[in-house]
């Protein structure tokens, strides 16, 4: 089964890590769900919550504030100016 490779960072450090199956998270359009395969993106993170499910069904929760997200060749990206695993 393909995963996407999830990073998230915070401007002054790393948040996590690791391999997911989904990742929802809010940008100024709207809520995105991003699964294996999924299209090339660029995004505006929006303040609230991301849940990455990964691979073993566990789901971690990141409040994000400000920045980007960025989705290529099954590796997500979300660069947030703040953020923190709740």
Known sequence: ????????????????????????????????????????????????EARILTPGEDTIRVKADGGFLSVENNRVIIAADQAELL
């Open 1 to 48: 089964m393909a995963t996407l490779e999830v990073n998230v960072v915070a401007a002054d450090r790393e948040v996590w890590t690791g391999e997911a199956k989904r990742v929802i998270a809010r940008t100024l359009d709207g809520e995105i769900g991003i699964l294996p395969g999924h299209e090339p993106v660029l995004g505006v993170v929006a303040d609230g």
